[in-house]
C-alpha cells in the first residue's frame, strides 16, 4: 500500500499525542487518588460514589445529633438522681419526725431542714443547661418553670417533649417536661387516697389503704363515718350505704375491692375520706409536710393529726420517687437506645466509606505500572519519529 | 518529415514538463489538500514512409492529478461526522466537569444545608444556630447559581460559537463560488483540460466546510459543483452563494439560530435541519445538554424551595408567628412564539413540584376551543379543550397548570417552560434568624386535675400534600379520609353544591350543576392536583384546588372532653366533624383545624385536654425535624428521587452523554484517520517517489537533448559532405 510523506510525519505526531494524552490523564488519576476524575469516566460509579458519599454525611449528622441528645439526657440524669437523694433524705427526716419522743422544737427543726430541701429540689426543677435553656420547662426553654407565691407551686413551662434525629427513621426524646416530673404524681397509693377531717377529735390515724380486688373498686369519693365510736358506716358521693360495721382499732375495713384501717380512738362523728388519687406536685408534698411539723402539738387530737400528716406524707413521698425512678428508667432505656445507633451509626459508616473507596480510590500499584507503560510507549513513539524522518532518498542524490 | 531535431526536442520539452510537474508535486508536498499530479505522455502521431511508420516523438497529453473522488467524499463525510462529536465532547466535558467537581456542584451545597437544618432541630432557640441556617440558605442559592451561571455562560458560548461558525461557512461559500466560476472558465479555456489545482482548493474548501457542517455536493456538467445543506437548501449554485444568517429563536431573542433567506418570505430558522460539523455539534449540545441540564437542575430548585416552603408555613416562628417562606420558587414560563399572528397568551402556575418533568412544553392552538400541549421530551400530547371561558385554567399536568386567554390564531404556539428559571429565580428570602419557624403552630396541655391514665402524643400540623379523600355516603353527605396517614378528618360533612371544602390547608370546591353526586362517588385531593374517582356515576366534578397552609383555624382553642371513658366531645373546633360523642379508642389519632394527635390510656369522665398556640415554644423543634425530614423524602420525579437522587441524574446524564461522545469520538476520529489515509495513500506525495521520478525525467531530459545534439552531428556531417 502507498504511503504518503505527510502520512508519515502525521501518524507519527498523532501517535506520539495519543501517547501523551493517556499519560495525562493517568498523571491525574494519580496525583488526585481518585479513578472515577469526571462523571463521564464511569457514569454510573458517579451517581453510586454521590450516593455514598451523602450517606456517610447523613449519618455523621446523626452522630453529631447524638452527642448533643447524650449530653441533654446526660444533664437532665444528674438533676433526676440529685432529686431522688433529696427525697429520700426528706423521708428519712420525716420517718424521724414520727417519733413520738420529739418536741415541738424538736419537729421545727426537722421542718427547717425540709425546708432548705424543697429549695433545692425547686432548684434542681428549675436547673439550666449548658446553652441557658431550662430542662424542665418542656418547650418554653427560655421561662422559668417552677415559682413559689403564698398560693402554692406554680408551673409556668409546657408540657412539650424535644426529640432529636439520631438515625434514618428513629427519634429520641431528650427531656421530660416540669409537669410529667415534678407535678403529674398522683397521690395516695397511687388509686385512692386517704385524709381525715380537720375537724376531727377524736385520735383515729387512718393509713393509705391498698388494692384487693381492681376489678370491683368503683372509683368515687367515699365517705367513712363514726357513727359511734364503736360503730362506722361507708357511704358514696350520693350518701348511699357501702358498707357499715363495728369498729375495731388496726381491723381491716373492706369495700369494693379495697381496704382500709383506722388505729386509735375515733370519736363520735369523725371522718375520714376515701377519694381517687388526683395530682399533687411534690413540692406541695412537701411543703404540707414542713407545715405540719411546724404545728405544735398540744393534745392526743393534734398528735393524732400530725400522725396521719406525716403518713400521708409518706405516701407521697413514695409516689413522687416511684415517679423520679420512673422517668429515670426511661431516661436510662433512652441512653441506652442512643449508644446502640452510635455504634449501629458508626458500622454504617465504615461500611459505606470501604464501598466509597472501592469505587472511588485509584489502585496506585496498578496506576504506576500503567504509567510505566505509558511512558515507555511514548518514549517509543518519539525514537521511532526520529529514526524515521531522517531516511530520505535526497539525502542520497547528489 | 520526421526529423531528429524535432523528436530530440519533444522529447526535451516532454522532459522539461515531466520535471516541472515533478518540482511543483515535491513543493506542494505539505499543501492541505494537494492531489499528486502525474505527467501524461503519449506518441505523436507517426509518419508514412513508404510501407512503415516512423515515429514522431513524444507529447504531454495531458496533466492529471491523481484523484479518486469516492475517497475524498469518504474525508468530507467523515470530517462532518467528526467534527459535530468533537465539539459536543469538548463543549460537553466543561459541564461535565462543573457538575462532578464536589466542591462546585450543588450535591455538597444539599448536604450542608441540611445539617444547618439539623443544626437548629437540635438547639431550636439559639440565634446562632439560627444565623448559621440563614448564612446556609445564602449558599445553597449562591451554589445553584454558581452551576447556573456557568450553564447560561456556556449558552453565551455556543451562540458565539454558532454566530462564527456562521461567518466561516459564509466566507467559504463565497470561495466555493468563486473558485466554481474560475474553474468554469478554466474547463471551458481549456477544452477538456481540468485545472488541477483549482479543483484541489475547491476540494480543500469543501472539506473545511464540511468541517462546520455536513454538505451534499452536485456536480454539473460545466465542472462547478452545487453545495446543498442541511435538508436540501442549496448554499452554492455556480458562482452564486445564498447566505446563512443569525436569527433570535422565535421564543427567546437571547438564543441565536441559523437563518436561511428565503425566497420572498425573508429569513428561515433551520437550525433543526443542520446536522454535521462543528455547527451540527454545538446545536446538538445545546439541545441535548445545556437545555437538559438546566432544567434538571431547575427541578431541583424549584423543588427543595417549594417542599421547604410549605413545611416551614406550617411551623411557628420566635415571635410566634406562622412561618413564611425560605426560598423564592420560580414561576413556570409560558412565552409566546413571535410568529404568532393572534392576540391570545398563556401563563403557567406551579401545582406541585413532584410531578415537574424536565421537558420543555409546546402549546398550539388549532382552532375552534381546542388546544394541544405536547410534551417535547416524548412526544405526549394532552388535549385541551376550553369550552369557550377565557381566561381558562387547565387541570393539573405534569405538575402546573395553564390560564389560556382566548385571541389566539390558529397554527398559533407557545412554549411553556415550567423549569427552565427554576436556579435563576431562586432565592433565599428570611434574613432574621427569629423568623425561622422551627416549632409546631400548636400544642397539647393536659390539666392536673385529669384522674384518668389517660396521656398526649406528640402534636403536629397535617401535612397539605396527603392525599385526602372525599367520599360521598349519600347525594348529601360526605366523610374526609387523609389516605396517607389513615385519619379520619371529617365524618358525616352536610354537602352544597360549589361551597369550600378546605382540610389541611387546601380548598376545593365540588359543584354538581344540578346533578348531585351518588353514594359511593369519591374525590381526591393529592398534592394539589384533584381528581375524580374513575368508578363515579353522580353528576358531582371538583375544580383545582389551592393550596395556602396551614388550615386558619390551626392554632385556634379546642377542648376535648371526655364523657366517658369511650367517648369525648370537642368544643372550639372549626375543621373536622363529628364533635359530639366521638368515640374514643386508645392510641388512635385525633384531628381537628389541620392538626393530629393521639391521645393513649384510659381517661376518665370530665378528663379533658386543650389544645392551643404554642405560645411560648422557643424549645420546641417540632418542625424543624419535619423539614429535616424533607432530605430523604422522595419529592421529586412523581416520589421516585429525593432532591439529591434528582441531582445526581442530571450528573449521571451529562457523564453519560459526555462519555458516549468520547466513545464516538474516538471511534470517529480514527474512521476520518482511516479514509485520510485512504484518500492520502492515491493522493498523497511521496517524496521518495518524486526523487526517483526527478533521476528518471532527469535522464530522458540528458538523453533527450543528446539526440539533440546527435541530430546536430548528422546536420554537419551532412553540410561538410555537400562542402566538399
Not at chain 2, 392 to 421: C, E, H, W
Not at chain 2, 589 to 597: D, E, L, P
Not at chain 2, 660 to 669: K, V
Request: charged share 10%.
Amino acid at each position: 500500500m502507498r504511503i504518503s510523506t505527510s502520512q508519515i510525519y502525521q501518524r507519527a505526531a498523532d501517535g506520539i499525542l495519543d501517547q501523551q494524552a493517556l499519560l495525562s490523564k493517568t498523571q491525574i488519576q494519580m496525583s488526585t487518588g481518585k479513578k472515577v476524575v469526571t462523571p463521564s469516566d464511569n457514569p454510573a460509579g458517579s451517581a453510586q460514589i454521590v450516593e455514598l458519599q451523602h450517606s456517610v454525611d447523613l449519618t455523621n449528622t446523626y452522630q453529631k445529633n447524638i452527642d448533643t441528645a447524650q449530653a441533654a439526657l446526660g444533664s437532665e440524669e444528674n438533676a433526676l438522681s440529685s432529686s431522688t437523694d433529696i427525697l429520700q433524705r426528706v423521708r428519712e427526716l420525716t420517718v424521724q419526725a414520727n417519733s413520738g419522743a420529739l418536741s415541738d422544737q424538736d419537729r421545727q427543726a426537722i421542718a427547717q431542714q425540709i425546708q432548705q430541701h424543697i429549695s433545692s429540689l425547686l432548684g434542681l426543677a428549675n436547673s439550666r443547661d449548658g446553652n441557658g435553656d431550662y430542662l424542665f420547662a418542656g418547650y418554653s426553654t427560655n421561662t422559668l418553670p417552677f415559682n413559689q407565691t403564698a398560693a402554692g407551686f406554680n408551673y409556668a413551662g409546657d408540657q412539650g417533649q424535644r426529640f432529636i434525629q439520631i438515625g434514618a427513621n428513629r427519634q429520641v426524646a431528650v427531656g421530660d417536661s416540669g409537669y410529667d416530673v415534678f407535678q403529674a404524681i398522683k397521690n395516695g397509693n397511687g388509686t385512692f387516697a386517704t385524709s381525715y377531717n380537720n375537724t376531727n377529735t377524736g385520735t383515729g390515724v387512718i393509713d393509705a389503704g391498698q388494692m384487693t380486688n381492681l376489678t370491683s373498686w368503683v372509683p368515687d369519693t367515699y365517705t367513712l363515718t363514726f357513727i359511734t365510736p364503736t360503730t362506722y358506716e361507708v357511704r358514696d358521693s350520693s350518701s348511699a350505704l357501702i358498707t357499715s360495721g363495728t369498729y375495731q382499732s388496726d381491723a381491716a375495713i373492706a369495700f369494693n375491692g379495697i381496704q382500709v384501717s383506722v388505729s386509735g380512738a375515733p370519736a363520735a362523728g369523725d371522718v375520714f375520706t376515701i377519694a381517687p388519687s388526683s395530682n399533687q406536685d411534690m413540692f406541695t408534698t412537701l411543703q404540707n409536710l414542713a407545715n405540719a411539723l411546724n404545728t405544735s402539738v398540744t393534745d392526743s387530737t393534734a398528735r393524732a393529726k400530725l400522725n396521719n400528716d406525716i403518713n400521708q406524707a409518706l405516701t407521697n413521698i413514695d409516689r413522687a420517687l416511684d415517679k423520679v425512678t420512673n422517668i429515670r428508667a426511661g431516661v436510662g432505656a433512652r441512653l441506652n437506645s442512643v449508644d446502640n445507633q452510635k455504634s449501629a451509626n458508626g458500622d454504617l459508616i465504615n461500611a459505606s466509606q470501604i464501598a466509597l473507596s472501592a469505587v472511588q480510590d485509584l489502585d496506585y500499584t496498578e496506576a504506576a505500572s500503567r504509567l510505566n507503560q505509558q511512558l515507555l510507549g511514548l518514549q517509543a513513539a518519539q525514537q521511532t519519529f526520529v529514526k524515521l524522518q531522517n531516511l530520505s532518498l535526497f539525502n542520497f542524490i547528489q | 518529415m520526421a526529423d531528429l531535431l524535432g523528436i530530440g526536442y519533444s522529447g526535451l520539452a516532454a522532459a522539461q514538463r515531466a520535471l516541472t510537474t515533478t518540482g511543483h508535486n515535491i513543493s506542494n508536498v505539505n499543501t492541505d489538500g494537494y492531489s499528486r499530479q502525474t505527467t501524461e505522455l503519449g506518441t505523436n502521431p507517426a509518419q508514412l514512409y513508404g510501407n512503415s511508420y516512423l515515429g514522431n516523438g513524444v507529447a504531454v497529453t495531458d496533466i492529471k492529478r491523481v484523484y479518486d473522488e469516492f475517497l475524498v467524499e469518504q474525508v468530507r463525510t467523515n470530517t462532518s461526522s467528526f467534527g459535530s462529536v468533537d465539539t459536543f465532547q469538548q463543549f460537553a466535558s466543561s459541564i461535565d466537569n462543573l457538575l462532578g467537581n464536589s466542591s462546585t456542584g450543588s450535591s455538597s451545597g444539599i448536604e450542608k444545608f441540611f445539617n444547618a437544618i439539623q443544626q437548629v432541630a437540635d438547639n431550636p432557640s439559639s440565634q446562632a444556630a439560627r444565623q448559621s441556617l440563614i448564612s446556609q440558605s445564602d449558599s445553597l442559592v449562591n451554589n445553584f447559581q454558581y452551576v447556573n451561571d456557568a450553564i447560561n455562560q456556556q449558552y453565551g458560548q455556543v451562540n458565539t460559537a454558532i454566530k462564527n461558525s456562521v461567518s466561516q461557512i459564509n466566507a467559504l461559500a463565497q470561495n466555493i463560488a468563486d473558485l466554481n466560476g474560475k474553474i468554469v472558465l478554466a474547463t471551458g479555456a481549456a477544452s477538456g483540460g481540468t485545472p488541477n489545482d483549482l479543483l484541489d482548493q475547491r476540494d480543500t474548501a469543501l472539506t473545511n466546510l464540511a468541517k462546520l457542517v455536513a454538505v451534499t455536493t452536485v456536480k454539473q456538467d460545466n465542472g462547478a459543483v452545487n453545495v446543498l445543506i442541511g435538508n436540501g437548501q442549496s448554499l452554492v449554485v455556480g458562482s452564486q452563494t445564498q447566505t446563512l444568517s443569525i436569527v433570535s429563536n422565535k421564543y427567546d431573542p437571547t438564543r441565536y439560530e441559523v437563518g436561511y433567506a428565503s425566497g420572498g418570505s425573508g429569513n428561515v430558522e433551520i437550525s433543526g435541519q443542520l446536522s454535521g460539523g462543528s455547527l451540527g455539534g454545538l446545536l446538538n449540545f445545546r439541545n441535548q445538554v445545556l437545555d437538559t441540564s438546566k432544567n434538571a437542575l431547575g427541578r431541583v430548585a424549584i423543588g427543595i424551595a417549594s417542599a421547604i416552603n410549605t413545611q416551614h408555613h406550617l411551623g411557628t416562628d420566635l415571635n410566634g408567628a406562622l412561618g413564611g417562606d425560605l426560598f423564592t420558587v420560580a414561576t413556570p414560563g409560558a412565552i409566546s412564539s413571535s410568529a404568532n399572528t393572534g392576540t391570545g397568551s398563556v401563563t403557567s402556575t406551579l401545582i406541585n413540584a413532584n410531578d415537574l418533568t424536565t421537558s420543555d412544553y409546546k402549546l398550539l392552538y388549532n382552532g375552534g376551543n381546542n388546544y394541544t400541549l405536547t410534551r417535547l421530551n416524548d412526544g405526549q400530547t394532552f388535549a385541551i379543550n376550553t369550552g369557550g371561558s377565557s381566561p381558562y385554567t387547565t387541570s393539573a399536568m405534569d405538575g402546573i397548570s395553564l390560564t389560556i386567554n382566548a385571541g389566539a390564531a390558529v397554527g398559533d404556539n407557545f412554549l411553556i417552560q415550567p423549569t427552565k428559571r427554576g436556579a435563576d429565580d431562586l432565592s433565599a428570602v428570611i434574613t432574621d434568624p427569629s423568623k425561622i419557624a422551627a416549632a409546631v403552630p400548636v400544642i397539647v396541655t393536659t390539666p392536673l386535675s385529669n384522674m384518668g391514665t389517660a396521656t398526649a402524643g406528640t402534636i403536629s400540623a397535617n401535612d397539605p400534600n396527603d392525599r385526602v379523600a372525599i367520599q360521598f355516603t349519600s347525594s348529601t353527605t360526605y366523610d374526609v379520609l387523609d389516605q396517607t396517614t389513615g385519619v379520619t378528618l371529617a365524618q358525616g360533612v352536610a354537602y352544597t353544591s360549589g361551597s369550600n371544602i378546605s382540610f389541611n390547608g387546601w380548598t376545593a370546591q365540588i359543584s354538581d350543576g344540578g346533578t348531585p353526586p351518588s353514594a359511593g362517588d369519591q374525590f381526591y385531593v393529592d398534592q394539589g392536583v384533584t381528581t375524580a374517582a374513575s368508578g363515579n356515576t353522580g353528576g358531582a366534578a371538583i375544580n383545582q384546588a389551592t393550596m395556602n397552609p396551614p388550615d386558619p383555624g390551626l392554632t385556634g382553642a379546642v377542648t376535648i372532653t371526655f364523657t366517658s371513658s369511650t367517648t369525648f366531645n370537642v368544643s372550639g373546633a372549626t375543621t373536622g366533624s363529628p364533635t359530639v360523642g366521638v368515640p374514643y379508642t386508645s392510641g388512635g389519632i385525633i384531628s381537628y383545624n389541620g392538626w393530629n394527635f393521639a391521645i393513649t390510656g384510659t381517661p376518665s369522665s370530665g378528663d379533658s385536654f386543650t389544645i392551643g398556640p404554642n405560645s411560648n415554644g422557643v424549645g420546641d423543634n417540632g418542625n424543624m425535624l419535619k423539614i429535616a425530614a424533607l432530605q430523604t423524602k422522595m419529592t421529586l420525579a412523581s416520589g421516585t428521587a429525593t432532591f439529591q437522587d434528582a441531582y445526581g441524574e442530571l450528573v449521571a446524564d451529562v457523564g453519560t452523554k459526555t462519555q458516549a461522545a468520547g466513545t464516538s469520538h474516538d471511534a470517529l476520529n480514527a474512521l476520518l484517520k482511516q479514509s485520510t489515509d485512504a484518500r492520502d495513500a492515491v493522493s498523497g506525495v511521496n517524496l521518495d517517489e518524486e526523487a526517483a521520478n526527478m533521476l528518471k525525467f532527469q535522464q530522458a531530459y540528458q538523453a533527450a537533448a543528446k539526440v539533440i545534439a546527435t541530430s546536430e552531428t548528422v546536420f554537419q556531417s551532412l553540410l561538410t559532405a555537400i562542402n566538399g
